[in-house]
Structures are given as structure tokens and as C-alpha cells.
């Protein structure tokens, strides 16, 4: 007989997901059943799928780099673990859309408190803070690092390969600047966009155009479209907003400010940085949406 789970369908700017409760870590999703799951043809559709784990229940996970950081989550007290799966089944650090679902759907069932203080998610990429925000939900991605060397990257549409720009914020995103809304318009992201070199782990890519003007009233405003890493072109990305708001930052050299606008085709997400006990952190804020609730059977 197949295993009936319960599920709940929620998205952050139109970034999809599939919430599965599994606090005691009860269930053993292969990647197959995660990608049935995602399918929007055969399944329930999905960018990907959110496992709401305790940290404790993680410590048994599949690979000893998911023990470590569930491990690290229960000594800083974060009780619960996101285990964030991209729509292919494959295993990823770090959701900025997911965590805000999956801290809305912590404090909707009652599961966290989320208003008296900062909550602490435990994910692959390490312990995120979430709070509440005029937006919604806000969550400190941590610091970032700015790679080197660019990644030339080409795509559909295109016209010629472009320089990109490797940033990460706890998962890898490759930055591409366009010129123009046509060339982000002209852009076909069925295809997989190809990079040279090839990042070990792959990468998101984003593809930015800056506003005219840049920023109005201290404040930066970007447009971006993505592609991600093991799911394809999704309608908003939010680490790739936080990469992107940080790419431009970069460029636009020391008198580029710290707060960002990005506009996707799923919405708006706001982005800012933020001295955190010395160090200097990208933190993301955005709405997150519970759609619907229900049961299904597993593959």
C-alpha cells in the first residue's frame, strides 16, 4: 500500500513548494517520489519540497554534511531543521523563499513563535535567523563571499556569452548584468544556461537589469529572472535576489547603498546589509503564502 503523507502547498513571490511535516524524521523520501511530488503534470507541483524536521531528527540524516549542521542547529537551539529538496529530488544548502514559507508554516500550526523573538532554522548552509517584517518575513542569510574569477556564461537569447559574476550566500549563484529590460525580456530559460567553468556544485544564475535611476531615496532597485540550480526557471529565487541586490552593490563600487529593490516575475523582495557583531550580513525580506492543505500517496 503506498504511504499517504500530509502536505501543505505554499509560495514566497510565486517560488513554489510542497511542506511535508515529518517533525520526529519518520519518512524516507527518495529523490524520485520528491520529483513526483514537484511534477506540476503528475504531482502537486512545485519548485521543491520543504521536510519540517526537528534538528534532533536530522542528527540521523542521509550524509554526515547534513548531520554536522543539523548537529550545529541543536547547539545553537534552533529546534527545527529545513530540509530544503529542489524540484529534481536533489538535496540544496539554502531556500531564501523556502525559509520564509517554512517559518510561516512553523507559526501557523503553532509549531514556533515567531513574534516574541528571532526564530533559529536550522538548514545545510548553517543556523538562519527569521523575524517578522513590514513585508512579511525577514531572514539573515549570513555573510557572503565573492569569488575571484567570473564564469562566462551563455544562454538563449543571449546574443553572445556574458561575464558573470560568482557570489555565495550559503549556495552558489553566478550574476550576469544586461544592458536592457529587452535583452532580459529576449532571454529563453527553457534551456539550461551553460557556464565556463562548470562550478563544482553548479549554481543558480541570475540575469539583472539595473533600474534607471539606480537608486532613488537610498535605496537600490534591481529586475532579475533566474535560473535555478535542479529546477529550472522559477518565478522568484531568493538567495539569487540576495546575490543579485549584492553583485550590483559590487559593481556600483563604495558609495552603492545597503538597502535593495528586486523585482521578479513572481513580485518584489527587499534586501539589505547589516553589521551583525562585527560581521557584515545579507539579509532578505519578502511575503510567504500557505495555499492549501491535504493528503497524498507516495510513489
Not at 531568493?238 to 549584492?246: R, Y
Request: hydrophobic share 45%; proline share 6%.
Amino acid at each position: 500500500m503506498p504511504q499517504t503523507v500530509a502536505f501543505t502547498k505554499g509560495h514566497g513571490t510565486g517560488n513554489d513548494f510542497v511542506v511535508i511535516p515529518d517533525p520526529d524524521g519518520v519518512l524516507e523520501l527518495n529523490d524520485d517520489q520528491v520529483a513526483v511530488l514537484c511534477d506540476r503534470r503528475f504531482g502537486i507541483g512545485a519548485d521543491g519540497t520543504l521536510r519540517v524536521i526537528r534538528s534532533a531528527a536530522m542528527e540521523r540524516g542521509e550524509d554526515a554534511g547534513t548531520r554536522a549542521s543539523a548537529g550545529a542547529a541543536v547547539a545553537a537551539g534552533a529546534e527545527w531543521f529545513m530540509d530544503y529538496r529542489n524540484a529534481d529530488g536533489s538535496r540544496a544548502e539554502m531556500c531564501g523563499n523556502g525559509i520564509r514559507v517554512f517559518a510561516r508554516y512553523l507559526a501557523d500550526t503553532g509549531l514556533a513563535v515567531v513574534d516574541e523573538q528571532p526564530l533559529l532554522i536550522g538548514t545545510r548552509a548553517g543556523v538562519k535567523t527569521v523575524t517578522r517584517s513590514d513585508l512579511g518575513f525577514e531572514a539573515d542569510l549570513g555573510t557572503w563571499r565573492v569569488e575571484p574569477d567570473d564564469v562566462l556564461v551563455r544562454a538563449r537569447g543571449l546574443g553572445v556569452p556574458r561575464p558573470g559574476l560568482a557570489i555565495d550566500v550559503g549556495n552558489p549563484h553566478i550574476v550576469v548584468a544586461l544592458s536592457n529590460a529587452d535583452e532580459l525580456e529576449a532571454l529563453d530559460l527553457t534551456a539550461r544556461p551553460q557556464m565556463q567553468p562548470e562550478p563544482p556544485r553548479g549554481a543558480n544564475i541570475e540575469f539583472v537589469v539595473p533600474s534607471d535611476p539606480l537608486v532613488r531615496e537610498g535605496v537600490g532597485s534591481i529586475r532579475m529572472r533566474v535560473f535555478e540550480r535542479g529546477v529550472g526557471e522559477t518565478l522568484s529565487c531568493g538567495t539569487g535576489v540576495a546575490a543579485a541586490a549584492l553583485a550590483v552593490r559590487h559593481w556600483a563600487g563604495q558609495a552603492a547603498p545597503d538597502r535593495w529593490s528586486v523585482e521578479v516575475p513572481g513580485g518584489t523582495l527587499g534586501v539589505r546589509m547589516l553589521r551583525v557583531r562585527g560581521d557584515l550580513h545579507v539579509l532578505l525580506s519578502g511575503p510567504a503564502t500557505l495555499v492549501y492543505s491535504g493528503e497524498v500517496a507516495l510513489a
